[in-house]
Every structure is written in structure tokens, then in C-alpha cells.
């Protein structure tokens, strides 16, 4: 493995990455025997990027179990020999300044927090976007979005910008709702944005927890789960210390809806669950109203907690002990927004400008934001964690830039991307011959466009346009796709039927020898 994995890197410069998802697919995976198996049977049968990638992956596993070390391809004793030899290795693959990841851009975005990606159209900024994603998430593993594991897709989240994106839709807003009775209602609801962050804003905190209050937790939220599915809604009846009967008519993520037929004034009454929660977890003993005002530092008693009280005291019947847990691990999420630049910043983002800045991450960050007086608790605040990376990509030739609000300017860090940089995504073709063309061609193409006077790099085409070769001929993807793109560019130049003639005697200059191309369109 040492040898064929020290070839690889002299040959390729880099380590090789392959699929292994026979590996972890496999039915035996929890079984490390069985891996250990299945990599010297993937060493015999010469599939070295199979046979790095699971060793990497299993080799603490595979190195304390005696009965593995059996079967390995070096003794016991030349165990501590490998793990030098290897750090070594590892150490000429990933360079110091990628720190551990194997894209340079990722290093950047984990440094700089907020980065957007600019540049001309097809440069693959979203494609790269989900890359450095993927290898930030598997902690530099692998850089392929498809290998993330369907709980790692959870820590990314993907939008696009367009004009009638707003605050509602990122952050908060107020969403119609159906009533019980059928008439309408409007209901406060999280945006994609809030939603994603309170995912990274909770692991963030979990990770800062002892293992005792993590266990504590879990136990509240299992007490609470069996209360509440045990519950026949609108027929199991509570009451209060004074008397006053009432049953739980609906249960949401966030409030308990109940009705009290006995109240002629109010019949009906929402609680929050956060509170009771929060008193559960607390391991405080609740007696009496005055204990809950106490806790929760008001001077007076509200409605709601004499229902508080009972619901309380219900779930605390069902709270077991707690169970010994590992505490959490820190994890990183990543939020894309493709088209940055295609929405009204200012109006999407709101109050949200100070804590998204890379120097108020954190609770230093964090503000009101414009519903706060319709949460539960109004002093809430909102701030974005330090382990939540924002990825932006903008094309520099749309309208919109020049509109792109320079507070949020400066609260990134821009990375331009040039039309001839990734071109190995052109890799994706599986044919060297139409790939080396397609390279020639683009070439050609966008040397012509950058000496057209009015235009410039800005508007030079990306390699990702090629990609479409994989369905379509050289033909086809200038007539239906660069074409019209062109065409668009040049719309009101001086003489641009003879700007595009250069435009596609340039595409044509790169075909290979031998195939005919049509001179027509």
C-alpha cells in the first residue's frame, strides 16, 4: 500500500481519490474484519484508489484489533513504522496552506467565513461552491458532493438570489395559516436562512456541553416525545390547581394549543414549549406559580403558567434517567447562495448585516431580529455561530453588480475566477480527444472575445459550457448555446454580424483535424 500509494503521488503529484463506495455500501460494514478483508481483496485485484481511501479511513480500526493485524500486509512491529511513513506522505500531499483540505479555496473560506466567487459565466463557481463544501464537511476526505452521507448533506444548504427574494423568505416572515375553525391566520415562520443557522447555532452549543447535561437534555426530550404521543388530543383532560379542566387540542414544534371550555372569557390558550423545556432541564422543582416567575425572572404571574405548571408536572412523571452519552462534535456548515448579486441585499439580509461580519461571529453578533416581538420569548437573539461558512457566486458581467450593496462588500472575501482556470472539470467528458478540443476551442474563442473592443475577460466563456459535449456535438453547443449568448453580448455594437464571423471563425479555429463543422449558423 506504502509503495503503490508513494507512486501515485510521484506520478499525479497528488493523492489518488477514487470511488469506494463498495466499501462503505457494504452490508459488513460495522464489521472491521470484514473491511480488512475487502481492502486486501481490492489490493489484489490492483484497484489502488479503492485500497487508499478505505485504509485511510479504517486504519485505527484496522490497527488495534490483533485479529486484523493478522491479515494486513505488514507485521506488528512495523506498525509505528507505517504511521511515519504515512504522516510524511500526507504531509507532501496536502500542502501547509490548504491545511489539511484538498482545495485551496476551502482553506480560504475557513479563514475568511464569508466568500464569494466572481468572475465570467461557466467558470463552475457553483460546482465549486458543492466541492469545497463536500471537503470541508468529510474534513478533507474527499471533494465530491454526491460521497456526503445523507445526515452530512443536512450541514449544507443551497438558494438562489432573484429580485422578489426577500427577508421573509431568508430569515423570517409571516406565512398564511389555516385555522381550526377554517378561517384564516397568519403564523411567524423561520426562513431557509434562520432555519439552517439554528441547526449549526444548536451542534455549536451541544459541542460546548459536558456529556451530563447533554444526557439531561436528551432525557427532557424523550420525556417530552412519550407525553405527547401518548396524548389523545381533544379528549384527555388536565386540571389545574384551581380546578379549571382543559385538553391539548394541537401540538407544533414550537406551542401547545388548548382548550378551556370552562374559561367563558378566553376558551382557548397557546403555550410555548420552549418554556416548559427549559424548566424541565432545568432540575428545578416547580410547586407553585411563584416558583415559575421566579425562574424565569418576572415580577408577575402570566396565564399561561398555571397550564405550564400541569404540563410540567405530567412530563416530569415520564422523565427516566438520564443515559451516559458522548459529548457532541463540532461540526462545520456551509450555506451557498448562487447569484449573490441577483437579489436586493439590503432587503433580504435586513438587521443581519452586523452578525454576519467575520469579526462578530458569535454571541459578540448577535441582534433582534424585525419580528422579535412575536417570539415566544421577545428578548430572543439571533447571532451566527463560528461554525457556519458562507459561500456567494456572482457573474460579473450581470446587470446586478453594480447594485451589490458595499456594506456586504465588505463583510466578504472575493476570489475571481478566471474562463481558462478548472479545466480539469472537463475530466467529466471521459474522452481526451474531445476534451484536449474542447480546451482549444475555448481558447480560440475567448482570446477573440477579450480583443473585441467593448468587452473584455469578463465576458469569456467557462469551461462548464463544454460540459454539455457530453449530449450534444461542437455544432449543436455553438449554434444553441454560445450563439445566443454571444449574440446577446454585442446586441447594439458597430458591425456585429462581422464581430460574430470572428466569434465563430475563433470557435473554429480549435476543431480537431478531420471533423466537418457547420459554416452556416
Same mark, same amino acid.
Given at each position: 500500500?506504502r509503495?503503490?500509494?508513494?507512486?501515485?503521488?510521484?506520478?499525479?503529484?497528488?493523492?489518488?481519490?477514487?470511488d469506494?463506495?463498495?466499501?462503505?455500501?457494504n452490508?459488513?460494514?460495522?464489521?472491521?474484519?470484514?473491511?480488512?478483508?475487502?481492502?486486501?481483496?481490492?489490493l489484489?485485484?490492483?484497484?489502488?484508489?479503492?485500497?487508499?481511501?478505505?485504509?485511510?479511513?479504517?486504519?485505527?480500526?484496522v490497527t488495534?484489533?490483533?485479529?486484523?493485524?493478522?491479515?494486513?500486509?505488514?507485521?506488528?512491529?512495523?506498525?509505528?513504522?507505517?504511521?511515519?511513513?504515512?504522516?510524511?506522505?500526507?504531509?507532501?500531499?496536502?500542502?501547509?496552506?490548504?491545511?489539511?483540505?484538498?482545495?485551496?479555496?476551502s482553506t480560504?473560506?475557513?479563514?475568511?467565513?464569508?466568500?464569494?466567487?466572481?468572475?465570467a459565466?461557466?467558470?463552475?463557481k457553483?460546482?465549486?461552491?458543492?466541492?469545497?463544501?463536500?471537503?470541508?464537511?468529510?474534513?478533507?476526505?474527499?471533494?465530491?458532493?454526491?460521497?456526503l452521507?445523507?445526515?452530512?448533506?443536512q450541514?449544507?444548504? !443551497?438558494? $438562489?438570489?432573484?429580485? #422578489? &427574494?426577500?427577508?421573509?423568505? %431568508?430569515? *423570517?416572515?409571516?406565512?398564511? /395559516?389555516?385555522?381550526?375553525?377554517?378561517?384564516?391566520?397568519?403564523?411567524?415562520?423561520?426562513?431557509?436562512?434562520?432555519?439552517?443557522?439554528d441547526?449549526?447555532?444548536?451542534?455549536?452549543?451541544?459541542?460546548?456541553?459536558?456529556?451530563?447535561?447533554?444526557a439531561?437534555?436528551?432525557?427532557?426530550?424523550?420525556?417530552?416525545?412519550?407525553?405527547?404521543?401518548?396524548?389523545?388530543?381533544?379528549?384527555?383532560t388536565?386540571?389545574?390547581?384551581?380546578?379549571?379542566?382543559?385538553t391539548?387540542?394541537d401540538?407544533d414544534?414550537?406551542?401547545?394549543y388548548?382548550?378551556?371550555?370552562?374559561?367563558?372569557?378566553?376558551?382557548?390558550?397557546?403555550?410555548?414549549?420552549?418554556?416548559?423545556?427549559?424548566?424541565?432541564?432545568s432540575?428545578?422543582?416547580?410547586?407553585k406559580?411563584?416558583?415559575?416567575?421566579e425562574?424565569f425572572?418576572?415580577? !408577575?404571574? $402570566?396565564?399561561?403558567? #398555571? &397550564?405550564?405548571?400541569?404540563? %410540567?408536572? *405530567?412530563?416530569?412523571?415520564? /422523565?427516566k434517567?438520564?443515559?451516559i452519552?458522548?459529548q457532541e462534535?463540532?461540526?462545520?456548515?456551509?450555506?451557498?447562495?448562487?447569484?449573490?448579486?441577483?437579489?436586493?441585499?439590503?432587503?433580504?439580509?435586513?438587521?443581519?448585516?452586523?452578525?454576519?461580519?467575520?469579526?462578530?461571529?458569535?454571541?459578540?453578533?448577535?441582534?433582534?431580529?424585525?419580528?422579535?416581538?412575536?417570539?415566544?420569548?421577545?428578548?430572543e437573539?439571533?447571532y451566527?455561530?463560528?461554525?457556519?461558512?458562507?459561500?456567494?457566486?456572482?457573474?460579473d458581467?450581470?446587470?446586478?453588480?453594480?447594485?451589490?450593496?458595499f456594506a456586504?462588500?465588505?463583510?466578504?472575501?472575493?476570489v475571481?475566477?478566471r474562463?481558462?482556470?478548472?479545466?480539469?472539470?472537463?475530466?467529466n467528458?471521459?474522452?481526451?480527444?474531445?476534451?484536449?478540443?474542447?480546451?482549444?476551442?475555448?481558447?480560440?474563442?475567448?482570446?477573440?472575445i477579450?480583443?473585441?473592443?467593448?468587452?473584455?475577460e469578463?465576458?469569456?466563456?467557462?469551461?462548464?459550457?463544454?460540459?454539455?459535449l457530453?449530449?450534444?456535438?461542437f455544432?449543436?453547443?455553438?449554434?444553441?448555446?454560445?450563439?445566443p449568448?454571444?449574440?446577446?453580448?454585442?446586441?447594439?455594437?458597430?458591425d456585429?454580424?462581422g464581430?460574430?464571423?470572428?466569434?465563430?471563425?475563433?470557435?473554429?479555429?480549435?476543431?480537431?483535424?478531420g471533423?466537418?463543422?457547420?459554416?452556416?449558423?
Amino acid at each position: 500500500i506504502r509503495r503503490q500509494r508513494q507512486m501515485c503521488i510521484r506520478d499525479r503529484g497528488y493523492t489518488c481519490q477514487g470511488d469506494f463506495s463498495e466499501v462503505i455500501n457494504n452490508p459488513l460494514f460495522g464489521d472491521a474484519v470484514s473491511i480488512g478483508k475487502t481492502v486486501i481483496g481490492a489490493l489484489e485485484n490492483g484497484d489502488i484508489d479503492e485500497v487508499y481511501l478505505a485504509y485511510t479511513v479504517f486504519k485505527n480500526t484496522v490497527t488495534q484489533i490483533p485479529t486484523l493485524i493478522k491479515i494486513l500486509p505488514f507485521a506488528e512491529d512495523d506498525i509505528k513504522e507505517n504511521a511515519q511513513e504515512e504522516a510524511a506522505v500526507v504531509e507532501k500531499v496536502k500542502p501547509a496552506q490548504f491545511n489539511g483540505y484538498l482545495n485551496p479555496y476551502s482553506t480560504m473560506l475557513v479563514e475568511s467565513k464569508n466568500i464569494i466567487f466572481r468572475g465570467a459565466p461557466g467558470t463552475g463557481k457553483t460546482y465549486l461552491a458543492k466541492e469545497i463544501a463536500a471537503d470541508i464537511i468529510s474534513n478533507g476526505y474527499f471533494d465530491d458532493y454526491t460521497m456526503l452521507t445523507d445526515e452530512q448533506k443536512q450541514q449544507v444548504e !443551497f438558494v $438562489q438570489f432573484h429580485p #422578489s &427574494y426577500d427577508y421573509s423568505d %431568508f430569515v *423570517e416572515g409571516l406565512r398564511p /395559516k389555516t385555522n381550526e375553525d377554517g378561517s384564516m391566520g397568519f403564523e411567524l415562520q423561520d426562513g431557509v436562512f434562520k432555519k439552517f443557522v439554528d441547526k449549526a447555532r444548536k451542534n455549536y452549543e451541544n459541542s460546548k456541553k459536558s456529556t451530563e447535561v447533554i444526557a439531561n437534555e436528551l432525557s427532557v426530550q424523550e420525556a417530552m416525545k412519550e407525553f405527547f404521543d401518548d396524548v389523545d388530543t381533544g379528549n384527555n383532560t388536565f386540571k389545574t390547581k384551581t380546578g379549571t379542566e382543559f385538553t391539548i387540542t394541537d401540538v407544533d414544534d414550537e406551542h401547545i394549543y388548548l382548550s378551556i371550555p370552562q374559561n367563558a372569557s378566553i376558551n382557548s390558550i397557546r403555550l410555548n414549549i420552549s418554556e416548559i423545556r427549559q424548566m424541565l432541564e432545568s432540575g428545578r422543582e416547580f410547586n407553585k406559580l411563584k416558583d415559575i416567575t421566579e425562574f424565569f425572572n418576572i415580577n !408577575f404571574t $402570566q396565564q399561561r403558567y #398555571s &397550564y405550564n405548571l400541569v404540563i %410540567f408536572n *405530567e412530563i416530569q412523571k415520564k /422523565k427516566k434517567a438520564a443515559k451516559i452519552i458522548r459529548q457532541e462534535e463540532l461540526k462545520k456548515y456551509v450555506f451557498i447562495i448562487d447569484e449573490i448579486n441577483r437579489g436586493e441585499i439590503s432587503k433580504i439580509f435586513g438587521e443581519l448585516f452586523f452578525a454576519v461580519d467575520p469579526g462578530y461571529r458569535g454571541v459578540a453578533g448577535e441582534v433582534s431580529t424585525q419580528y422579535a416581538n412575536l417570539h415566544a420569548d421577545s428578548n430572543e437573539k439571533f447571532y451566527i455561530p463560528d461554525n457556519v461558512y458562507i459561500i456567494g457566486t456572482m457573474n460579473d458581467i450581470d446587470r446586478s453588480v453594480d447594485s451589490f450593496d458595499f456594506a456586504m462588500r465588505r463583510r466578504f472575501r472575493f476570489v475571481e475566477l478566471r474562463a481558462d482556470e478548472r479545466l480539469e472539470m472537463l475530466a467529466n467528458l471521459n474522452n481526451e480527444e474531445k476534451e484536449a478540443e474542447a480546451i482549444a476551442r475555448m481558447s480560440a474563442l475567448n482570446v477573440e472575445i477579450a480583443a473585441t473592443e467593448g468587452l473584455n475577460e469578463n465576458y469569456q466563456i467557462g469551461a462548464s459550457y463544454f460540459l454539455k459535449l457530453k449530449n450534444i456535438d461542437f455544432d449543436r453547443l455553438w449554434s444553441d448555446y454560445l450563439h445566443p449568448l454571444l449574440q446577446e453580448y454585442i446586441n447594439g455594437m458597430y458591425d456585429e454580424e462581422g464581430i460574430m464571423e470572428r466569434f465563430k471563425k475563433a470557435y473554429n479555429q480549435g476543431k480537431s483535424d478531420g471533423v466537418d463543422v457547420d459554416e452556416s449558423n
